[in-house]
């Protein structure tokens, strides 16, 4: 499914985010968004499929406007797992995953539906929390639950607000290889905030830098992943390596001396 | 899992499959009609109860004759029964399926515990609507139904002025409730100017109108009643769905597929049109919409789809029991109902939250 940005703006108030952003994602891979806080990577994702309305500017899915398609339609072909979420009465981590099967179904849970929301608790090796309420299990625990959640869905596209976040480092690197198999084997395009340098060089296949209000880069690791890139953007001094040909961005940051 | 208390849906070993998971909801299912079989126990019990007493299984072949061989009431039971308990307790029943329903559906849209029925301020739009009435014969028509019609229309101007205030401002639930508290203290500051300007009859009949009662039960007023909360309650039922993404949050229920701000005001309307039909006849019946959905989802969960019938057993059963008491303490005479279920309802509500070792939600 392609998605395509043409100068989509949005402000809040009088706080102009990002303008003039466009965009074609017409291939199934994995797009990583990096950028410093309040760049709008979220926000852009946000109005990829309506949660918020964009001030300018036209997001068209398979060359249709979206503001022309259904809150349900567009469910069935984007999903969005947010950065943070919480019940206000916990359920289930079975029952939350199956929410996501909110856009295909009427009011009866099909032997189906459940099977599919199994198969991807297991995909994020989770199944093992089927029946534990949300309130029980840890960050990490509960952001796997949202993507198995996501994924329930059934998108043709597959937005994640940081994917990685509050999971350790052998976590971060099982679900970025999973969204990676899963632009392979089941051909969704998946658009994931990653606030690691480090882990959207190594997964990502196109690379997207947020700053001043516009997408200040756009291309693969190597392109982005400059020394300059990140002093500009970040404000920041590295030096870039490379490991099995990919970029590594090691930090310059000095120490202060007290932290001696 | 750590829930121990009467009654554990969940597996402590759980693990993902469609059988596990299917036996968890025929569990749901079984805590369901288990509770409904105890409210036609109960029920049972509450027609017996009075000044005429009638045993429990007297009670039940009565109706069960009548029903078989409909005809004139010709027995002391069956004209007590029919005529007096009946409609009484049909109508204890139908306000605590109304109140309860509304309840369960306001708190998860809302993601507020301590919202239920009356927090857009539609009880003090129907205290006022009927002080108005009583005490200044403001009304489109005269009599009884004057004072229902007055609150049932008052009841739903705040819930008017929510949803008018929401489409123009985007309000968000916090807003939504703040409203409906602000719009509250208007309306009951009007209220007790009215009471304090009216003269010793009208005060009279104005207050006893605020304490909810079931004194006012007749097969006529049930059957609107009825209607009302059976319509409102299969709406909320079938938006049970969006309730449950709602209770994740806007942008969850957004991003799978729910049209939030139309949803949130289709179902704050079903909720106030019950709500108002329930308190329009019986007055303020307080804490059943609070307590009932709380008590439900201790013993089945958060899934709106069996949390929504689960409550509106619960609060029927809180209701019967309610009556049972209103009947027996001051024996003869009666107390009014809102009283008790504040009292029965505040209390088991205590107990519920001490026993658990967690919080509730």
């Given at each position: 499914?392609?998605?395509?940005l043409?100068?989509?703006g949005?402000?809040?108030?009088?706080?102009?985010?990002?303008?003039?952003?466009?965009?074609?994602l017409?291939?199934?891979?994995?797009?990583?968004?990096?950028?410093?806080?309040?760049?709008?990577k979220?926000?852009?994702?946000q109005?990829?499929n309506?949660?918020l309305?964009?001030?300018?500017?036209?997001?068209?899915?398979?060359?249709?406007d979206?503001?022309?398609?259904?809150?349900?339609?567009?469910?069935?072909?984007?999903?969005?797992v947010?950065?943070?979420?919480s019940?206000t009465f916990?359920?289930?981590v079975?029952?939350t995953?199956?929410m996501?099967r909110?856009p295909?179904?009427?009011m009866n849970?099909?032997?189906k539906?459940?099977?599919?929301?199994v198969d991807?608790?297991?995909?994020?090796?989770?199944?093992?929390?089927s029946?534990?309420?949300s309130?029980?299990?840890?960050?990490g625990?509960?952001?796997k639950?949202m993507?198995?959640?996501?994924?329930?869905?059934?998108?043709?596209i597959?937005?994640?607000?940081?994917?990685?976040?509050?999971l350790?480092?052998n976590?971060?690197?099982?679900?970025?290889?999973?969204l990676?198999?899963?632009t392979?084997?089941?051909e969704?395009s998946?658009?994931?905030?990653?606030?690691?340098l480090n882990?959207a060089?190594?997964?990502a296949d196109?690379i997207?830098?947020?700053?001043n209000e516009?997408?200040?880069?756009?291309?693969?690791?190597k392109?982005?992943?400059?020394?300059k890139?990140?002093?500009?953007?970040?404000?920041?001094?590295?030096?870039?390596?490379?490991?099995?040909g990919?970029?590594?961005?090691?930090?310059?940051a000095?120490?202060?001396?007290?932290d001696? | 899992?750590?829930?121990?208390?009467f009654?554990?849906i969940?597996?402590?070993?759980?693990?993902?499959g469609?059988?596990?998971?299917?036996?968890?909801?025929?569990?749901?299912?079984?805590f369901?009609i288990?509770s409904f079989?105890?409210?036609?126990i109960l029920?049972g019990?509450g027609?017996?109860?009075?000044?005429y007493?009638?045993s429990?299984?007297?009670v039940?072949?009565?109706?069960l004759?009548?029903l078989?061989?409909?005809?004139?009431?010709?027995?002391?039971d069956?004209i007590?029964?029919w005529?007096?308990?009946?409609?009484?307790?049909?109508t204890?029943?139908?306000?605590?399926?109304?109140?309860?329903?509304?309840?369960?559906?306001m708190?998860?849209m809302?993601?507020?515990?301590?919202?239920?029925?009356?927090t857009?301020g539609?009880s003090s739009?129907?205290?006022?609507?009927?002080?108005?009435s009583?005490?200044?014969?403001?009304?489109?028509?005269e009599?009884?139904y004057?004072?229902v019609?007055?609150a049932?229309?008052l009841?739903?101007?705040?819930?008017?002025f929510i949803v008018?205030i929401?489409?123009?401002k985007?309000?968000?639930?916090?807003?939504?409730?703040?409203?409906?508290?602000s719009?509250?203290?208007?309306?009951?500051?009007?209220?007790?100017y009215?009471?304090?300007?009216?003269?010793p009859t009208?005060?009279?009949?104005?207050y006893?109108?605020?304490?909810?009662?079931l004194?006012?039960?007749?097969?006529?007023?049930?059957?609107?009643m009825f209607?009302?909360?059976?319509i409102g309650?299969?709406?909320?039922?079938?938006?049970?769905?969006?309730?449950n993404?709602?209770?994740?949050g806007?942008?969850?229920?957004?991003?799978?597929?729910v049209?939030v701000s139309?949803?949130r005001?289709?179902?704050?309307?079903?909720i106030?049109?019950v709500?108002?039909g329930?308190?329009?006849f019986?007055g303020?019946?307080?804490?059943?919409?609070?307590?009932?959905p709380h008590?439900?989802?201790?013993?089945?969960?958060?899934?709106?789809?069996?949390?929504?019938?689960?409550?509106a057993?619960?609060g029927?059963?809180l209701?019967v029991?309610?009556?049972?008491?209103?009947?027996?303490?001051?024996?003869?005479?009666?107390?009014?109902?809102g009283?008790?279920?504040?009292?029965?309802?505040?209390?088991?509500?205590?107990f519920?939250?001490?026993r658990?070792?967690?919080?509730?939600?």
């Open positions: 499914m392609k998605v395509e043409e100068n989509l949005f402000k809040y108030s009088d706080l102009v985010v990002f303008k003039e952003i466009n965009l074609l017409d291939e199934p891979n994995l797009t990583c968004i990096i950028g410093p806080n309040g760049s709008g979220s926000t852009l994702m109005c990829i309506k949660i309305i964009p001030i300018e500017g036209v997001v068209r899915l398979d060359d249709v979206i503001k022309l398609i259904g809150f349900k339609n567009l469910a069935k072909c984007v999903g969005y947010p950065n943070y979420a019940d916990a359920m289930t079975m029952d995953v199956l996501g909110y295909h179904k009427s849970t099909t032997d539906d459940i099977q599919f929301a991807n608790l297991k995909l994020l090796g989770i199944e093992n929390l029946m534990r309420k309130d029980e299990l840890s960050a625990q509960y952001k639950v993507i198995a959640r996501g994924l329930t869905q059934e998108p043709k597959l937005m994640l607000d940081e994917p990685t976040s509050n350790d480092i976590h971060q690197i099982q679900v970025m290889k999973l990676r198999k899963l392979r084997d089941k969704i998946i658009l994931a905030v990653c606030h690691d882990i060089a190594r997964y196109r997207i830098m947020l700053a516009r997408i200040y880069a756009s291309g693969t690791a392109d982005i992943m400059t020394v890139n990140i002093k500009t953007v970040y404000g920041v001094d590295c030096q870039i390596i490379e490991i099995e990919r970029p590594y961005v090691i930090i310059l000095g120490l202060d001396k007290y001696d | 899992m750590k829930n121990k208390l009654f554990n969940y597996y402590k070993n759980g693990t993902a469609v059988a596990n998971y299917k036996n968890y909801i025929y569990r749901k299912i079984i369901v288990a079989i105890f409210l036609i029920s019990i027609m017996g109860v009075g000044s007493s009638i429990f299984v007297d039940y072949s009565e109706i004759n009548r078989l061989h409909w005809g004139p009431l010709t027995t002391t069956a007590v029964i005529d007096l308990r009946l409609p009484r307790l049909l204890a029943i139908t306000v605590g399926v109304g109140l309860s329903v509304a309840g369960a559906s708190q998860s809302m993601k507020n515990p301590l919202a239920d029925p009356f857009t539609i739009g129907a205290c006022l609507g009927a002080t108005l009583i005490t200044l014969g403001l009304s489109l028509i009599g009884f004057g004072v019609l007055n049932f229309i009841s739903l101007v705040p819930v008017t008018l929401s489409q123009y985007k309000a968000s639930p916090a807003t939504m409730i703040l409203v409906g508290i719009l509250m203290f208007i309306f009951d500051a009007m209220t007790t009215l009471m304090l300007k009216a003269n009208t005060l009279g009949a104005a006893e109108w605020t304490i909810g009662t004194n006012r039960s007749s097969w006529g007023n049930l059957s609107v209607v009302v909360v059976l309650s299969i709406v909320l039922q079938y938006f049970s769905k969006s309730i993404a709602m209770n994740s806007d942008i969850v229920a957004k991003s799978l597929g049209n139309l949803m005001i289709l179902i704050l309307i079903a106030s049109i709500a108002a329930v308190v329009s019986t303020i019946i307080s804490f059943v919409g609070l307590v009932s008590v439900a989802r201790i013993f089945i969960g958060s899934d709106n789809k069996y949390l929504i019938p689960a409550s057993s619960v029927a059963s209701m029991f309610a009556d049972i008491v209103a009947k027996t303490v001051v024996a003869p005479s009666t107390l009014p109902i009283i008790v279920t504040a009292m029965i309802g505040g209390s088991f509500f205590l519920l939250i001490l658990q070792k967690k919080d509730l939600w």
